[in-house]
């Protein structure tokens, strides 16, 4: 059988690819955390009052029950009350209205909603990992609609924000 030289490149090519292909293997895991499981097995989450000017009532319940189950989600970790490897702690400190795009004539075309949380996190195995930092985000909305009715929507959207925010900064370890 004669090869011809266009049908050589072509096994051959096609020998080279399958073995890179066989050789290499692209390998990704993404558990959510970076934590050695078998030093860390425990997690306490405090409350996290609202210290802000503006009180928004709902606001930290709201925040509490999406910073738990997103540890639960994305953790091995078992929430404990009081002494455990990891602590999370925090006070929700800014609840802020300001306008943004003014038009011509002087009145705000939107509102912007910022919530700001502070928090301590405490690692009981390794205290150069301890953080205390604040955390913020905020959303826009058109000025013409009324607080009150976007509120609850705009908090739950913010809170999902902070809590990634907050996890990647701690127990995402990114």
Not at 56 to 64: C, D, I
Not at 105 to 116: E, K, P
Request: glycine residues 4%; proline residues 3%; negative net charge.
């Amino acid at each position: 059988m004669a090869w011809t030289k266009n049908r050589l490149l072509a096994y051959a090519f096609a020998v080279a690819a399958v073995l890179l292909f066989a050789a290499c293997r692209i390998s990704y895991k993404f558990n959510g955390s970076a934590l050695d499981y078998s030093v860390y097995k425990t997690i306490h989450v405090s409350e996290f009052p609202i210290r802000a000017a503006l009180v928004y009532p709902p606001l930290q319940p709201l925040f509490e029950t999406e910073l738990l189950n997103y540890i639960d989600r994305n953790t091995r970790l078992q929430v404990v009350e009081g002494q455990a490897d990891l602590s999370l702690e925090g006070e929700i400190t800014g609840y802020n209205l300001t306008p943004q795009a003014v038009t011509e004539n002087a009145y705000a075309s939107m509102t912007r909603l910022t919530i700001q949380v502070r928090v301590k996190y405490s690692d009981a195995k390794d205290e150069s990992k301890d953080i205390d930092q604040t955390f913020s985000a905020y959303r826009d909305f058109d000025s013409s609609l009324m607080l009150t009715d976007v509120q609850d929507g705009l908090c739950e959207e913010i809170s999902k924000e902070l809590v990634e925010l907050i996890f990647n900064a701690t127990l995402g370890n990114w």
